[in-house]
C-alpha cells in the first residue's frame, strides 16, 4: 500500500509518499518539504492568509516532484492522507481540499490525519525507532505534552502546558531580544556563545508534583531582565540567551524523568521542532542514560512540520486497523484539536 501525505498545518508544507509492506514500520519512499520562514520574515511571525496562499502555490508542484523522486506514477497512490488539524484553518483547507480532490479524481480513498500525532510517531522513520510502549515529550511550536503511548492511537495525557508552550516560549524571548523570525533557532544559535549560568531565571511549576508546564512566567522574567540591562543588553544579550534555553531544557527535560519515573517506563521519544534543539538532546541524552532510559528522536530533517510524518500516521493507524480510510470526499478540518480525542 502506498500513501501520500500532505502537510499544511502552518508554514510548511510538505509532501511524502510511504508504502507499507511485510515490516512492522512503513518505508518512507521519498518526501520534500517547502518552508515560508523568508516570506514571513518581514512581518516577524506567520500571517495565516500569505501561508494559505503559499500551500496552494506549493502543494502540487511538490506532489508531482516526490512521485517523480519514489519512481511512481500518481496512479500508484491507494491512499490520501491529509493533516487535518490542528493548526491554521486556511491553511489546513488546502491541504485537505487537494488531498480530497485527488483522491475523488483517482477514486482512492482519504485519510485526516491529526498533526501531534505525525510528530509523535515520525521517529519510527528513524535510524533508531521505538518500540511500544513509551513516553512522549511533544515539543512543537504551540504545544508542550508529556504522553503515555501504548500502541497506534492509544494515548494517555499525562501533563501539559497551562499556558505557553516552549516553542513560545524561544520565540517570544527571542523577540524581546530582537533576534527576528524564527525566533527559537536563533536564539539557541546565540545561545552557544553566551553563560547559561549569567542569569537567575525561573523555573516555573518544576517542582509542582505534576506533570504540567507553565513558560510565560520565564517570558516575563526575560522581559524584565532585559529592561534592567539596558543600554548593556546588547553586550550580555548571548548570555541572557544561554540562560533562557538552559531555563527551559531543565523544566523539559525534569518534567520528562519525572514521567518516567511515575510510568515505570523505560524508554522516550521526543518530537517536534523544539527536539532538535541540542542542548535539550544533550542533557535528556545524558540524564537517561544514567538512568538506563532508551531515547529516541526523529531525524533532524523530520524534526519540523513535514508530510512524511502525516504518511506514516495515516499508515500506521491502517496498518493497526484503528482507523479505516474513506470514499467519502467532502471534508471539514479541526483547527483545534486535542490529541486524546483520536485515542481508540
Not at 491512499?79 to 491554521?88: E, F, I, K, M, S
Not at 485519510?111 to 501531534?116: D, I, M, N, Q, S
Not at 540591562?229 to 548570555?239: Q, T
Not at 538506563?292 to 486497523?321: F, K, S, W
Request: charged fraction near 15%.
Amino acid at each position: 500500500m502506498i500513501v501520500l501525505g500532505i502537510e499544511s498545518s502552518c508554514d510548511e508544507t510538505g509532501v511524502a509518499l510511504v508504502e507499507t509492506s511485510q515490516a512492522p514500520v512503513p518505508t518512507l519512499l521519498a518526501h520534500a518539504l517547502h518552508s515560508q520562514v523568508d516570506m514571513h520574515q518581514a512581518y516577524g511571525g506567520v500571517v495565516p492568509e500569505l501561508a494559505s496562499r503559499d500551500h496552494i502555490r506549493r502543494v502540487l508542484p511538490l506532489a508531482r516532484q516526490v512521485l517523480a523522486e519514489a519512481g511512481h506514477a500518481v496512479g500508484d497512490v491507494d491512499v490520501v492522507a491529509y493533516t487535518r488539524g490542528p493548526g491554521l484553518a486556511g491553511a489546513l483547507l488546502v491541504g485537505a481540499g487537494v488531498a480530497c480532490a485527488l483522491g475523488a479524481a483517482l477514486h482512492k480513498p482519504v485519510l485526516g490525519v491529526h498533526h501531534l500525532e505525525g510528530h509523535l510517531l515520525s521517529p519510527f522513520l528513524s535510524a533508531d525507532p521505538p518500540e511500544f510502549p513509551f513516553i512522549a515529550l511533544l515539543v512543537s511550536g504551540g504545544h508542550t505534552q508529556l504522553m503515555q503511548v501504548d500502541g497506534v492511537g492509544s494515548y494517555q495525557l499525562l501533563g501539559e502546558t497551562i499556558d505557553d508552550a516552549a516553542g513560545e516560549a524561544f520565540d517570544k524571548s527571542a523577540k524581546l531580544l530582537g533576534l527576528g523570525y524564527p525566533g527559537g533557532p536563533a536564539l539557541a544559535r546565540l545561545a552557544e556563545q553566551g553563560d547559561p549560568k549569567a542569569f537567575k531565571l525561573p523555573r516555573p511549576l518544576l517542582h509542582s508534583g505534576d506533570l504540567d508546564f507553565s513558560f510565560a512566567g520565564l517570558k516575563t522574567a526575560v522581559l524584565t531582565q532585559s529592561r534592567k540591562l539596558g543600554p548593556e543588553l546588547e553586550a550580555r544579550k548571548a548570555d541572557l540567551a544561554a540562560s533562557t534555553e538552559a531555563a527551559i531544557v531543565d523544566v523539559l527535560v525534569k518534567k520528562s524523568l519525572a514521567a518516567l519515573a511515575a510510568s515505570g517506563m523505560q524508554r522516550i521519544v521526543v518530537a517536534g521542532g523544539v527536539g532538535a534543539n541540542r542542548q535539550l538532546r544533550a542533557q535528556l541524552n545524558a540524564a537517561c542514560a544514567q538512568r538506563g532510559v532508551r531515547v529516541h528522536y526523529p531525524e533532524l530533517d523530520l524534526c519540523t512540520d513535514n508530510g512524511a510524518m502525516i504518511a506514516l500516521a495515516a499508515a500506521m493507524r491502517l496498518q493497526a486497523g484503528v482507523q479505516q480510510a474513506t470514499a467519502t470526499y467532502a471534508f471539514d478540518v479541526k483547527p483545534r484539536w486535542p490529541l486524546q480525542e483520536i485515542a481508540a
